[in-house]
């Protein structure tokens, strides 16, 4: 069965930064691309970040790129999400998400749970 | 960006029926295409890829079609546990973006 576990997520302050991690089980981590998607409290999905397979291909949304690092470690079947000079409009559950392969053309097949993240003095 | 529109926003209907949730991308996306389900609290639910296509263990009672700009997913025999938010997304290019959800209510 496929698992995704986030953590890390907590209150933060503006201007602070935060570590996410996810932590997969259930297939093989290093053949998949992963994403993290975020939804702010009452809002749609925002899709916020994208690591190929091995870490060689990377995209992020407008609104969080030079912000946020994403990054994997196969070996620990975990993914990552370094999240610095956080603002209050980045609040929200984030969440991982697993493509159905790797490459462009694969469709979000497995989620987690999500981890909420405040961002608020 | 390719912009997603879903409607209706919201619906309300009864047991047993049928309902249709539209969305509409803003250039064509051929049939890169996602449906998911989401149940106030909780994660998202993949249900449909490629359009029409049925995620492994979802009941046939979702349908999706569609190709190029204009798709639609189909809910039959409404029930109970299908009361929640749908959501489409096209993963034709990054960033990959969303439509605003329905709201299905019974």
């Known amino acids: 069965e496929v698992q995704l576990v986030e953590s890390g997520g907590g209150l933060v302050q503006p201007g602070g930064s935060l570590r996410l991690s996810c932590a997969a089980s259930g297939f093989t981590f290093s053949s998949y691309s992963m994403n993290w998607v975020r939804q702010a409290p009452g809002k749609g999905l925002e899709w916020v970040s994208y690591?190929?397979?091995?870490?060689?291909?990377?995209y992020y949304a407008d609104s969080v790129k030079g912000r946020f690092t994403i990054s994997r470690d196969n070996a620990k079947n975990s993914l990552y999400l370094q999240m610095n000079s956080l603002r209050a409009e980045d609040t929200a559950v984030y969440y991982c998400a697993r493509d159905g392969g790797n490459g462009y053309y694969y469709e979000f097949c497995d989620w987690g749970q999500g981890t909420l993240v405040t961002v608020s003095s | 960006d390719i912009q997603m529109t879903q409607s209706p926003s919201s619906l309300s209907a009864s047991l047993g029926d049928r309902v249709t949730i539209t969305c509409r991308a803003s250039?064509?996306?051929?049939?890169?295409l996602a449906w998911f389900q989401q149940k106030p609290g909780k994660a998202p639910k993949s249900l449909i890829y490629?359009?029409?296509s049925l995620q492994s263990g979802v009941p046939s009672k979702f349908s999706g079609s569609g190709s190029g700009t204009d798709f639609t997913l189909t809910i039959s025999s409404l029930q109970p546990e299908d009361s929640a938010t749908y959501y489409c997304?096209?993963?034709?290019?990054?960033?990959?973006?969303f439509g605003g959800g329905t709201k299905v209510e019974i």
């Open positions: 997304q096209q993963y034709n290019s990054y960033p990959r973006t």
């Open positions: 250039q064509g996306i051929s049939n890169y």
């Open positions: 690591i190929s397979s091995g870490s060689s291909t990377l």
């Open positions: 490629a359009a029409s």
